[in-house]
């Protein structure tokens, strides 16, 4: 069963624009990661964050992580066409053998 | 840079025939993971392996799902009879772990089945 939900499930926007989605999780974790997914391709890792941090930047991309309200956010700053996919969180909520579990998806759209 | 091979890419049989895919991980990648992915969901896992072993099958349907990494490097999961519900995206992923004890995991382009 899918342990987060993300919010929109679907996005589009123009390029240049910023574009939010939202995860939601369930259970206690120990680190949340977002992945990208190209239509018909597999996932590509895009950040990680600990669930001792509240903040992450890597290039374009911010997220954050709210664990008292069991939720993260992905900020794509100058969105480009180049970043339209399906963009998935992914929790993982043990040590030792590390298992994620994917939410739902948002599809996000980037016009020219 | 290193790949995740998965083959076949696509793959059309008919219910109740014998299907297998197959996954070469990244080199030294000791976990390796088979994932399905349903149209429109995330992907779920099925079976994860650490170097030869089984470590979570828990959600593999074993009546008719098996998964095999004898060496522990290459990997065959395979679907005997199929059914018309298993067409989907089956994904193998292997990870490394991180200098904090996290893992990432890096994924193959998926073998879509499609079952008729």
């Known amino acids: 069963s899918q342990q987060g939900e993300e919010d929109p499930q679907a996005l589009s926007i123009q390029e240049g624009e910023n574009a939010t989605m939202n995860c939601s999780y369930k259970?206690?974790?120990?680190?949340l990661q977002w992945y990208r997914q190209n239509s018909g391709r597999g996932l590509v890792h895009l950040i990680l964050?600990?669930?001792?941090?509240r903040e992450k930047h890597s290039g374009r991309l911010r997220v954050t992580l709210d664990t008292s309200k069991k939720s993260s956010s992905l900020l794509i700053t100058a969105s480009r066409a180049a970043d339209t996919a399906s963009y998935f969180c992914?929790?993982?909520?043990?040590?030792?053998?590390?298992?994620?579990?994917f939410g739902t998806g948002t599809r996000l759209l980037v016009s020219p | 840079e290193a790949e995740v091979a998965q083959s076949p890419r696509y793959k059309i049989t008919e219910k109740s025939q014998a299907v297998a895919f197959w996954c070469d991980p990244i080199s030294g990648h000791a976990t390796l993971y088979w994932y399905r992915q349903i149209l429109g969901q995330g992907p779920e896992l099925l079976v994860q392996?650490?170097?030869?072993?089984?470590?979570?099958d828990s959600q593999l349907p074993k009546d008719r799902f098996s998964a095999e990494r004898l060496k522990g490097v290459d990997s065959t999961l395979k679907i005997q009879p199929a059914e018309l519900g298993d067409s989907a995206m089956y994904l193998c992923?292997?990870?490394?772990?991180?200098?904090?004890?996290?893992?990432?995991?890096?994924f193959g382009p998926g073998t879509r089945l499609l079952v008729l």
């Open positions: 392996f650490q170097d030869e072993s089984v470590v979570d």
């Open positions: 964050i600990r669930s001792n941090e």
């Open positions: 992923a292997s990870s490394v772990r991180l200098a904090g004890g996290e893992e990432t995991q890096y």
């Open positions: 259970t206690s974790i120990n680190n």
């Open positions: 992914a929790t993982v909520f043990r040590t030792g053998f590390q298992k994620l579990v």
